[in-house]
């Protein structure tokens, strides 16, 4: 599981800005898409590679604070989550991501960039279950001041979403 969400983990920053939506003919002279799950495919060169994503964005400023994207493993019953989080986290903490009331799952920031910071988890087919049948996916994370902030993923539509990788 450790390497599915490395090779995730890389693949994904490759492709942070390069990835389409499924339907982007479709979009194209559309308004924006509402807020939600939506699923991303592009072409990893062994074949389309989809992953259903959802961002959360600053009110004020329209700006990215979190993506959270899931691939499905097609070997299995698991998936890998990548965490896209913004600058300035106190590294050392990591971050809790846990489902509803859930246990809280800690995980260590992997990498940051120029684009933010990076976390990456496997995802069993209980975890999924879990995600598919709650209503919020909460990540938690420390400033540079140590102050925690807990950014709330709603998981309207992430099952239809994640049916669509199958």
Same mark, same amino acid.
């Given at each position: ?72 493993? =097609? /070997? ?9 989080? %913004?600058?300035?986290? $106190?590294? +050392? &903490? ?47 994370? =420390? /400033? ?9 993923? %709603?998981?309207?539509? $992430?099952? +239809? &979403? ?5």
């Amino acid at each position: 599981m450790q390497n599915l969400s490395k090779a995730f983990l890389a693949a994904a920053m490759l492709s942070l800005s390069t990835a389409v939506p499924a339907n982007a003919q479709e979009e194209k002279n559309e308004t924006p898409p509402q807020p939600g799950w939506a699923v991303t495919c592009e072409n990893a060169g062994s074949g389309l590679q989809c992953r259903a994503l959802q961002t959360i964005a600053m009110r004020q400023t329209g700006q990215r604070l979190i993506s959270v994207s899931v691939r499905r493993n =097609q /070997n299995d019953d698991s998936a890998a989550m990548l965490l896209h989080l %913004p600058h300035g986290l $106190f590294l +050392p &903490a990591g971050l809790e991501v846990k489902v509803d009331n859930g246990k809280a799952r800690e995980l260590p920031v992997q990498t940051c960039d120029a684009h933010g910071c990076y976390a990456g988890m496997g995802a069993s087919k209980t975890e999924i279950g879990a995600m598919q049948k709650g209503t919020t996916l909460a990540v938690s994370f =420390q /400033n540079l001041e140590k102050k925690t902030t807990t950014v709330t993923v %709603p998981l309207a539509g $992430f099952t +239809p &979403a994640y049916k669509k990788l199958q």
